[in-house]
């Protein structure tokens, strides 16, 4: 019969937390406590059965809008390609945390000891780290950060690179700058919020509550109507808005448009993640470029270095990105 660390659990008297802990080698567990367990697990025949045979690319999903969203294609793409061309197989796999089975595919997870683990974590949160905690198999988590866990991880330098584009905002001569927001807080726009509060501070300005529109882009959501009020009901008009990401700001263009204003004579945009649509719209957005493909390469490349020579260093990859500069900001001065 297979070995579960339930049984390892009963035997042991440690939780399964802890459990996990020790065979993943986290620190934070006494060394005499993982030293039984591993003891334990080995006896059991537990150990023998890690021998990683593939490659699982696991989407999470909580609100389920980065499902279909253009941007990750790529990452998946590249990370596909560098495990083949590492001999080994990559399999698809989404858990959604709406799903009355969520607690199973947890299970499943934690089970699972022939495969390596990419997580794409966009939509998780702090309490979502039950996903990360079940695998104790090699894991990189891609886009999500939390400062109080220990994970490998490729990120984007998402304040930075906002705090940049900001800038260029500032050195084009706007100075009433507002904010299209994602309306679901994922850590990405956090940070990215951040990043543009931050530029704002240090030219003296502000984010006034009244030019933020948080943006819900959902299957059951009235979008277009809500941005266009919220339009008409401006006072004062920011010169500029950033956008939280370019499939926000592309339907943000269309209603903007269809508002009588003009981009960027009335009001200029900025995006993040430079979609291939980007580039084609009538004006082109300025947006903030990320190298998705590298997302997903280094992300591999690190999941094969875990695999093949262990870690105690948690290490966290940060892709820089860079501003292409379109025809939708205009220059003020």
């Known amino acids: 019969m297979k070995v579960n660390m339930k049984q390892i659990s009963e035997i042991t008297g440690f939780s399964q937390a802890t459990i996990s802990n020790a065979l993943n080698k986290k620190r934070g567990v006494n060394a005499d406590t993982a030293a039984r367990i591993l003891s334990v697990a080995r006896e059991l025949g537990y150990l023998e059965e890690e021998s990683v045979q593939r490659v699982k690319f696991v989407t999470f999903l909580k609100e389920g809008l980065i499902a279909d969203a253009p941007y990750f294609p790529p990452i998946i793409a590249a990370a596909e390609k560098e495990c083949r061309s590492q001999g080994m197989e990559m399999v698809l796999h989404n858990i959604d945390k709406r799903s009355a089975v969520y607690e199973e595919e947890i299970e499943q997870l934690r089970e699972d000891k022939s495969s390596a683990v990419i997580l794409l974590g966009t939509e998780m949160t702090a309490e979502d780290m039950d996903v990360i905690r079940a695998i104790t198999t090699p894991l990189v988590v891609i886009d999500y950060w939390n400062k109080d866990e220990d994970f490998d991880a490729v990120l984007i330098n998402n304040t930075d690179s906002v705090q940049r584009a900001t800038e260029y905002l500032l050195k084009m001569g706007h100075r009433k700058i507002g904010y ?70 592309l339907a943000a263009m269309k209603v903007i448009l269809a508002c009588g204003l003009r981009i960027p004579e009335d009001i200029s945009l900025v995006g993040f993640d430079d979609i291939l649509t980007a580039a084609y719209m009538n004006p082109a957005l300025t947006t903030v470029s990320v190298p998705k493909q590298e997302i997903g390469r280094a992300a591999a490349q690190r999941l094969f270095d875990i695999i093949r020579n262990g870690s105690d260093v948690k290490y966290k990859i940060h892709i820089c990105t860079s501003l292409v500069e379109r025809e939708s900001v205009l220059k003020l001065n």
């Not at 927001?181 to 240090?202: D, I, M, S, T």
């Not at 003296?204 to 933020?212: A, S, Y």
């Not at 941005?227 to 920011?238: C, D, K, M, Q, W």
């Open 180 to 249: 299209v927001r994602g309306k679901f807080r994922y850590v990405p726009f956090q940070e990215r919020e951040l990043g543009l509060r931050r530029a704002l501070a240090e030219a003296g300005l502000t984010l006034p509550d009244e030019m933020i529109f948080d943006a819900d882009l959902s299957l059951d959501s009235h979008f277009e109507d809500e941005l266009a009020e919220y339009i008409h009901s401006l006072h004062e008009f920011p010169t500029a808005f950033f956008v939280d990401d370019d499939t926000i700001a």
